[in-house]
């Protein structure tokens, strides 16, 4: 049982360029999520879903993209990356939004230079 | 914002027991709160959760004022694996129950 996986570990990327962060769970959660947290901050919600097919934007969505085809996958992409996006990335899923407890990844370190 | 207010802050001596306080004043009648940690940047890991009475389980105790006001998470027997980012959070209705993180409280367990 993998729980939640997040690929890839570590990432350097140019200003302009774009990559996806992948996130895939075994946990037949419906709900997922992904977070980034900056340096001594707490988590900011980028966006969410709550099953496969349904979307929705957090509190930090600008310069992100999600998509959600199955129940397991939930990738975050980033186009023309830019610094600011510089943080690490956490996915997380539950079974639910009430009296559940989310499971996260171990995070994507990303650095825009 | 985060709905929750915790020390920055806390040292507790290895084999004593950690007691970190949050104050949640505006909490409504069914919101949850709950605990996570977060050690040297992994990811965050549950803990703790509850609604109006108080909680234990294998990792530590939830104690939630009468009022509902304030908590208290209490680890009981803290080793050095315990230093660790704590964050207390009210599972928020009105943004679709996500979870809004705080700062948290840096917890350093000395020897």
């Known amino acids: 049982n993998a729980g939640v996986t997040q690929t890839p570990k570590f990432r350097i990327l140019k200003i302009g360029q774009s990559m996806t962060l992948q996130c895939a769970q075994d946990?037949?959660?419906?709900?997922m999520y992904w977070y980034r947290q900056d340096p001594g901050m707490g988590l900011k919600l980028i966006y969410y879903?709550?099953?496969?097919?349904?979307?929705d934007k957090g509190e930090v969505p600008n310069g992100y993209n999600v998509s959600r085809s199955t129940t397991e996958d939930f990738p975050l992409r980033l186009e023309l990356a830019a610094p600011s996006q510089t943080s690490v990335y956490f996915c997380?899923?539950?079974?639910?939004?009430?009296?559940?407890?989310?499971?996260f990844g171990q995070g994507t370190r990303l650095t825009v230079v | 914002d985060a709905k929750t207010t915790q020390p920055p802050s806390m040292d507790c001596a290895e084999g004593r027991a950690a007691n970190l306080p949050c104050n949640h004043s505006?909490?409504?009648?069914?919101?949850?709160v709950y605990w996570y940690r977060q050690i040297h940047s992994q990811g965050p890991q549950y803990i703790i959760h509850?609604?109006?009475?108080?909680e234990t389980n294998e990792m530590a105790s939830l104690i939630i004022t009468e009022d509902r006001k304030s908590s208290t998470l209490i680890l009981p027997h803290a080793t050095l694996r315990d230093t660790a980012v704590y964050y207390c959070?009210?599972?928020?209705?009105?943004?679709?129950?996500?979870?809004?993180w705080g700062a948290g409280t840096k917890l350093i367990i000395k020897p």
């Open positions: 509850g609604l109006k009475n108080n």
């Open positions: 997380a899923s539950e079974k639910g939004t009430m009296n559940t407890e989310a499971f």
């Open positions: 505006t909490i409504s009648g069914n919101e949850y």
């Open positions: 946990m037949n959660h419906n709900y």
């Open positions: 879903s709550v099953g496969a097919g349904i979307t």
């Open positions: 959070i009210v599972r928020v209705r009105d943004s679709n129950y996500q979870l809004i």
